[in-house]
């Protein structure tokens, strides 16, 4: 078949198949469902917002869990649902695209991160918005290094205003990031957002099925779901993109569409790394012993070949708590002599680390 025909085959696949779908919109992983699944973690947040809405004494609050654990679908939904006209406001910054306190404040703002200093968009800020604003810093974890203080969360926690913040975070150790000032003044009150289970992705697949889709694939949504639970770490990104595929191709195997969508999120995640996580994956992949205390020596002498700063042992040993919360590796207890240790244990293909790695670094 040359290339043509398969353009032309393949295109027809697609336009007889998408008429199945109902609303191509609620396979997008920033569709906000009209009804989120409803668990215990959801309250506590909820208490915090009505509480700061109803005293105006701030309530900051870390919500911790893994990658596709329903943290930021909840918190946009809730900044829909509260939102609205109201006694309070929220402001909302993904730390991935804006990764310093000062790009936060000027995007907030509306303005270029160029010819003032932090102090002064801060005062912008708090000029143009007194009354109560709950700040949303979804994926903070993934601020930059350069902005090693986290200074918006000491401005917000210390601010005349009573602001509130809310922080997502992948990350389970992130609060040993933050310096002891921040600490102290932002006590966040913490909520862990647990993997979901095959029940829960399967009722999260139901509702978008029958918001998207002209029909209820009950089997099929059973097998994403199980599949999800068993391959993921729960990531339910994984269990939409899957049924998407399907939805478009129903004649591929369930399994090659799941592979194929487990991929493009590990991709994704991968990517979205620093560099020195980077750097300990890559240290993992050429220590096959895979122990972890000759690990963090091989990644020491990666980082100098980079040069870059290694971490410590206790922020190595923290960023791989991180690292398995991602889904990107598992720790194992082996028995060595008469002693325990961890093992570490890539979760993804070699080959995707050095293609990532190759372009980071050349």
């Known amino acids: 078949m040359d290339i043509a025909k398969y353009l032309s085959e393949k295109q027809k696949s697609l336009d007889r198949h998408a008429d199945r779908i109902l609303d191509f919109r609620v396979f997008d992983f920033n569709y906000i469902p009209q009804k989120p699944l409803m668990r215990e973690e959801v309250k506590p947040l909820i208490d915090a917002i009505l509480r700061y809405q109803k005293t105006g004494i701030a309530n900051h609050t870390l919500i911790l869990g893994s990658r596709g654990s329903g943290k930021s679908v909840l918190a946009r939904y809730l900044m829909q649902v509260i939102g609205r006209p109201g006694p309070i406001n929220f402001a909302y910054a993904n730390c991935r695209q804006h990764n310093t306190s000062f790009k936060i404040l000027a995007s907030l703002l509306g ?174 992949l050429i220590q096959s012993a895979g122990y972890v205390k000759e690990i963090y020596q091989a990644y020491r002498k990666i980082s100098v070949q980079y040069r870059e700063e290694p971490y410590s042992y206790v922020y190595f040993y923290s960023n791989l708590s991180y690292l398995q919360s991602l889904g990107l590796i598992v720790l194992v207890s082996t028995k060595l002599g008469r002693t325990y240790t961890n093992r570490i244990q890539l979760t993804f293909a070699p080959a995707v680390l050095e293609v990532i790695c190759r372009a980071r670094f050349g």
């Open 111 to 284: 303005v270029r991160p160029r010819g003032c200093s932090l102090d002064e968009l801060w005062l912008q800020y708090t000029d143009k918005h007194p009354g109560k604003i709950v700040f949303i810093l979804d994926e903070i974890d993934l601020m930059s290094e350069k902005d090693r203080q986290k200074e918006i969360l000491y401005l917000i926690s210390r601010s005349s205003q009573n602001y509130m913040a809310i922080l997502l975070s992948n990350n389970p150790k992130f609060l040993v990031t933050l310096d002891e000032s921040t600490q102290s003044t932002l006590q966040p009150e913490i909520i862990h957002f647990k993997s979901y289970n095959a029940l829960e992705i399967q009722k999260i697949l139901q509702d978008r099925a029958r918001e998207g889709l002209k029909f209820r694939p009950a089997r099929m949504l059973r097998e994403i779901s199980a599949l999800t639970v068993k391959d993921t770490n729960s990531d339910v990104r994984v269990a939409i993109k899957t049924l998407y595929r399907w939805a478009l191709e129903p004649d591929v195997i369930l399994k090659e569409h799941f592979e194929k969508a487990r991929r493009d999120i590990l991709v994704d995640v991968i990517k979205d790394l620093n560099d020195k996580n980077l750097l300990i994956l890559r240290a993992a």
